[in-house]
């Protein structure tokens, strides 16, 4: 990487969420640097820590020409330095950087204390009383938050040490403030599971910097967990604990039995769920009954089914899933609604009005058959029946692209299912089980691809009369998450 040093000129940009910064660099030695605009300064951008005009920075990163904006220095690492001279020491205490001291100010404490003012500042600060119109009160405040400031570098310079990026720093500290120098000292695994973007490879290279034990328990369970979400990524909502036993100890290098007491460990904190999936499973078999229900002692458990191992999110998504689409079935509000059954259009065949029928008269129904076979068809006459009788319907698929398609067959209002929801990062989803969606029917093509998760947040935010047609093929495209609601259903 290349190294860019020098005071700040200007912030052009900054962005409080992430750190994103844009800003107008005074090199401290110019020459041989490209991309020079004017007034000697050049274009600085990328994830920094809060900073202020009249600042140091020691940066490294890469020389790149952007398109649209030209020459720019793109920083990966940032190291806060103080400056050296008169001139820049004024600058760099009249930025903002101290609550109450603005340019004028920090003028008269450099005259007074020259070169030495940041040290003095630093290990004397009530030594500022001696300046003129700076009493007891005034001079406390400028020394906390000088000490402030100070521990935001020394965080940041700790974490540059141990090779993270300044954009992982900044999340770092905007995660835990003050506390971060200890949690990462403590136990870097909580990096994973607190910050999003930071996973267990990367925890694990800073324990390693660190020198953390390779048996350390803190290591043993976020190994789990990260094998346990590795194999979520490939579709699975559970993994059987003897696999999940034998995959952790390999990837972590560690002796087998370590692993069952983190699993105990990770129980306790509610992280994982333990169950049981019986042997033999078919859809007349109840999948989800546990040795409670069933009154099975400990010693039975081998004969009756193997141990599993859900991430908690997945097993009570399951739970969830199977409990709501129960409370549908069995509603007794939809024995108050009547669908009309005659259906004018004589150019359905008979399978078509029969499952045209089935979505009206069953809470829960499933229209499938492979492309060509009438979906659509069924799907326009359905719809065409539920206008007529004014109720209040929604279209909704997994991804854009299928809402997209669904829309242009059907010619109406078709949205993705978590906007339908109304998602959004920061809130979650608006309609859930206490504001739910205010219609009658809701269709959702496309299931193959609804995952358990999302089909769970689907569920919630049904009334227990709203009808729900699933329409789909098990044979085309799978869930990008966990689960496969639409063969399990």
């Given at each position: 990487?290349?190294?860019?040093?020098?005071?700040?000129?200007?912030?052009?940009?900054?962005?409080p969420e992430n750190?994103?910064?844009?800003?107008?660099?005074?090199?401290?030695?110019?020459?041989?640097?490209?991309?020079?605009?004017?007034?000697?300064?050049?274009?600085?951008?990328?994830?920094?820590?809060?900073?202020?005009?009249?600042?140091?920075?020691?940066?490294?990163?890469?020389?790149?020409?952007?398109?649209?904006?030209?020459?720019?220095?793109?920083?990966?690492?940032?190291?806060?330095?103080?400056?050296?001279?008169?001139?820049?020491?004024?600058?760099?205490?009249?930025?903002?950087?101290?609550?109450?001291?603005?340019?004028?100010?920090?003028?008269?404490?450099?005259?007074?204390?020259?070169?030495?003012?940041?040290?003095?500042?630093?290990?004397?600060?009530?030594?500022?009383?001696?300046?003129?119109?700076?009493?007891?009160?005034?001079?406390?405040?400028?020394?906390?938050?000088?000490?402030?400031?100070?521990?935001?570098?020394?965080?940041?310079?700790?974490?540059?040490?141990?090779?993270?990026?300044?954009?992982?720093?900044?999340?770092?500290?905007?995660?835990?403030?003050?506390?971060?120098?200890?949690?990462?000292?403590?136990?870097?695994?909580?990096?994973?599971?607190?910050?999003y973007g930071v996973?267990?490879?990367?925890?694990?290279?800073?324990?390693?910097?660190?020198?953390?034990?390779?048996?350390?328990?803190?290591?043993?369970?976020?190994?789990?967990?990260?094998?346990?979400?590795q194999m979520s990524?490939?579709?699975?909502?559970?993994?059987?604990?003897?696999?999940?036993?034998?995959?952790?100890?390999?990837?972590?290098?560690?002796?087998?039995?370590?692993?069952?007491?983190?699993?105990?460990?990770?129980?306790?904190?509610?992280?994982?769920?333990?169950?049981?999936?019986?042997?033999?499973?078919?859809?007349?078999?109840?999948?989800?009954?546990?040795?409670?229900?069933?009154?099975?002692?400990?010693?039975?458990?081998?004969?009756?089914?193997?141990?599993?191992?859900?991430?908690?999110?997945?097993?009570?998504?399951?739970?969830?899933?199977?409990?709501?689409?129960?409370?549908?079935?069995?509603?007794?509000?939809?024995?108050?609604?009547?669908?009309?059954?005659?259906?004018?259009?004589?150019?359905?065949?008979?399978?078509?009005?029969?499952?045209?029928?089935?979505?009206?008269?069953?809470?829960?129904?499933?229209?499938?058959?492979?492309?060509?076979?009438?979906?659509?068809?069924?799907?326009?006459?359905?719809?065409?029946?539920?206008?007529?009788?004014?109720?209040?319907?929604?279209?909704?698929?997994?991804?854009?692209?299928?809402?997209?398609?669904?829309?242009?067959?059907?010619?109406?209002?078709?949205?993705?299912?978590?906007?339908?929801?109304?998602?959004?990062?920061?809130?979650?989803?608006?309609?859930?089980?206490?504001?739910?969606?205010?219609?009658?029917?809701?269709?959702?093509?496309?299931?193959?691809?609804?995952?358990?998760?999302?089909?769970?947040?689907?569920?919630?935010?049904?009334?227990?009369?709203?009808?729900?047609?699933?329409?789909?093929?098990?044979?085309?495209?799978?869930?990008?998450?966990?689960?496969?609601?639409?063969?399990?259903?």
């Open positions: 990487m290349d190294t860019l040093s020098g005071s700040i000129e200007r912030v052009t940009y900054y962005n750190g994103y910064s844009v800003l107008q660099l005074r090199p401290a030695r110019s020459r041989g640097l490209p991309y020079l605009i004017r007034d000697g300064l050049e274009t600085v951008v990328g994830t920094l820590p809060e900073i202020n005009h009249g600042e140091h920075l020691t940066l490294k990163g890469f020389w790149v020409n952007h398109p649209k904006h030209g020459g720019q220095f793109k920083t990966e690492i940032c190291e806060q330095t103080l400056p050296a001279t008169i001139a820049g020491i004024k600058r760099y205490l009249g930025s903002g950087l101290i609550k109450g001291v603005g340019p004028k100010l920090a003028g008269r404490i450099v005259d007074y204390f020259g070169e030495e003012t940041l040290e003095m500042i630093d290990e004397q600060p009530q030594r500022l009383r001696e300046v003129p119109d700076i009493g007891p009160k005034r001079s406390r405040k400028i020394a906390e938050a000088w000490e402030e400031q100070r521990q935001v570098k020394e965080i940041m310079l700790f974490l540059h040490s141990h090779h993270i990026s300044t954009n992982l720093a900044v999340k770092i500290y905007k995660t835990y403030g003050d506390a971060a120098l200890p949690t990462v000292q403590e136990n870097p695994y909580q990096l994973a599971r607190d910050i996973g267990f490879k990367t925890a694990d290279k800073i324990a390693q910097d660190l020198g953390l034990p390779h048996d350390h328990p803190s290591r043993v369970e976020a190994g789990i967990i990260y094998a346990l979400n990524d490939d579709g699975n909502v559970y993994v059987p604990q003897d696999e999940l036993t034998r995959q952790s100890a390999q990837l972590l290098e560690v002796p087998v039995d370590l692993i069952p007491a983190a699993l105990d460990r990770l129980a306790q904190d509610e992280r994982i769920r333990k169950d049981i999936v019986p042997l033999s499973y078919s859809p007349s078999t109840p999948k989800k009954e546990t040795f409670a229900d069933k009154g099975i002692a400990e010693s039975q458990h081998d004969d009756y089914g193997k141990s599993a191992i859900y991430l908690t999110p997945f097993y009570f998504s399951e739970k969830g899933v199977a409990e709501r689409l129960k409370i549908l079935k069995h509603s007794s509000n939809h024995q108050d609604r009547q669908f009309p059954l005659v259906l004018p259009d004589t150019s359905l065949s008979s399978e078509q009005q029969k499952a045209i029928h089935t979505a009206l008269t069953h809470p829960v129904s499933v229209l499938t058959g492979g492309p060509g076979t009438g979906k659509t068809t069924c799907l326009k006459a359905l719809i065409f029946y539920l206008e007529s009788q004014s109720l209040r319907y929604a279209l909704a698929s997994p991804t854009g692209r299928a809402a997209k398609r669904l829309s242009e067959a059907t010619d109406r209002p078709a949205s993705t299912i978590h906007r339908l929801l109304g998602y959004s990062p920061m809130e979650g989803f608006k309609y859930h089980a206490e504001n739910p969606l205010p219609i009658d029917f809701l269709v959702v093509d496309e299931t193959s691809m609804l995952d358990l998760i999302l089909a769970n947040n689907l569920l919630k935010a049904l009334k227990p009369d709203t009808h729900l047609l699933l329409v789909g093929d098990v044979d085309q495209l799978p869930s990008v998450g966990a689960g496969d609601v639409l063969r399990d259903v």
